[in-house]
């Protein structure tokens, strides 16, 4: 066995830093996994959260956690904290959580409700649009106006809030938008409400948390609950004449459920651009096993309401959305589930998971929140396991980046090629 030999503590020296990560994201190997410090390294996450986390479209919340007006959530993005809030038209906007008078965070809570945004400092007082509507003993040639909020980009893709920290975002995200709408449109995911909400933390790397996600390779062995709605032969496998059948079977019955699901005005068919966009992105409208209707430990729709009133079967498989570089999300016929993950350091990462189901369900009536939560619950903490445990596997001296699979790791690959070419851009100047 040859033993890794970068180091995990980069020369602190910031030309130097660069110099180091330019030369490990040159020779990354295609089809392996990334060299130790690209999970271990704090100088190396600080430019994960500057070129990936400040340039790109992060998922950071659902519609319906700011559902009416005046409602606000606060999330944290490495150093900045940005308030969303839904204004009195019924607008999501961004802002910095930061005031315009000497910097005070405005909003501590988590979530909440408020008439105006008021510092608790000095009592600078801002309207839901963000405009300064009111500053005491600033004199008469102060100019209000030029006191704003600072705005945060923000988009509503049907329910899916994604932020960018940058002046200037991503431009290709509107066609991701205007591809995914109709995947996403007869869920009705703006019309919900927030059923449960979840923060995991992992301790490890947030590449690791994305890695693990982008595979069903560790299904079998790991997640018993999740793959109880899983066909066997659904989620990718070295194909030979010991599956041929099985494979051939599942591919018919995908075949005959997009032919329904399409009739029903239900677009179904996958769309991969992982990795060939800044704004990376795949989905898929996958049938499920047994009862087939939603990801429960029986297979049946944890609501009895469905999400939409178009809806004329609970039967409409799962409609899984991935988003680069931190989200995926699943829509049913009866509740979306989405994740959202978040780096808190090199070694630490935060996943936010979101239950929704429509706005008139009634809990104990059409759900039960353990039942809706159960199987991603157990499965989000067998993950947590397993990164944990290959955060401490590259920590070791013995780590050195291994295989993927051709056919079940094929989308880790992709994140990881999205990831180095995205690093590649920031590093030498680009987008
Ligand atoms: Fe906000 Fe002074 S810092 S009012
Ligand atoms: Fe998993």
């Not at 988009?155 to 994604?162: D, K, P, T």
Request: proline residues 4%.
């Amino acid at each position: 066995m040859t033993t890794q030999t970068s180091t995990v503590t980069l020369h602190p020296r910031a030309a130097d830093v660069q110099a180091q990560l330019s030369a490990l994201l040159e020779r990354r190997r295609a089809g392996y996994s990334l060299e130790a410090p690209f999970y271990l390294s704090e100088e190396i996450f600080k430019a994960d959260m500057e070129y990936v986390f400040g340039r790109h479209w992060i998922f950071v919340a659902v519609a319906p956690q700011v559902a009416e007006p005046g409602d606000f959530i606060t999330v944290d993005v490495g150093q900045d904290s940005i308030l969303i809030v839904r204004d009195d038209d019924m607008n999501i906007k961004a802002f910095h959580n930061v005031c315009r008078h000497r910097g005070s965070r405005l909003c501590d809570e988590h979530q909440g409700s408020l008439g105006n945004i008021v510092c608790p400092y000095h009592q600078w007082t801002y309207d839901l649009e963000g405009k300064l509507i009111h500053a005491d003993h600033m004199g008469d040639t102060f100019l209000r106006e030029q006191h704003s909020l600072h705005k945060v980009h923000l988009r509503n893709l049907e329910g899916l809030l994604f932020i960018c920290l940058a002046d200037e975002p991503p431009q290709d995200f509107e066609e991701v938008a205007a591809r995914m709408r109709p995947y996403l449109a007869p869920h009705k995911l703006n019309e919900c409400k927030v059923a449960a909400q979840v923060e995991l933390i992992e301790e490890g790397n947030w590449k690791l948390t994305m890695e693990n996600n982008r595979e069903c390779y560790h299904c079998v062995g790991n997640h018993p609950e999740l793959t109880i709605s899983l066909y066997e032969h659904g989620f990718g496998a070295q194909p030979g004449p010991q599956n041929a059948e099985g494979i051939a079977r599942f591919e018919q019955i995908v075949k005959d459920s997009h032919a329904r699901w399409e009739a029903m005005g239900l677009p179904s068919a996958r769309i991969e651009e992982l990795d060939t966009r800044v704004t990376g992105f795949r989905t898929q409208r996958l049938p499920m096993d047994r009862a087939g209707e939603s990801q429960t430990m029986n297979t049946e729709v944890a609501c009895k309401k469905l999400l939409s009133d178009q809806f004329t079967e609970k039967s409409l498989g799962g409609l899984s959305f991935w988003t680069q570089p931190n989200s995926w999300h699943h829509f049913m016929s009866d509740h979306v589930v989405s994740f959202s993950v978040i780096p808190l350091s090199a070694g630490r990462t935060m996943v936010r998971t979101t239950w929704c189901v429509h706005k008139d369900a009634v809990e104990g009536v059409d759900y039960d929140v353990a039942n809706l939560t159960a199987v991603w619950n157990a499965t989000n903490d067998q993950d947590r396991r397993l990164v944990e445990f290959s955060h401490a596997g590259a920590a070791s001296k013995a780590y050195e980046p291994g295989p993927y699979s051709p056919f079940t790791e094929s989308l880790v690959e992709a994140f990881c090629t999205w990831y180095v070419d995205r690093m590649r851009a920031g590093v030498s100047g680009g987008r």
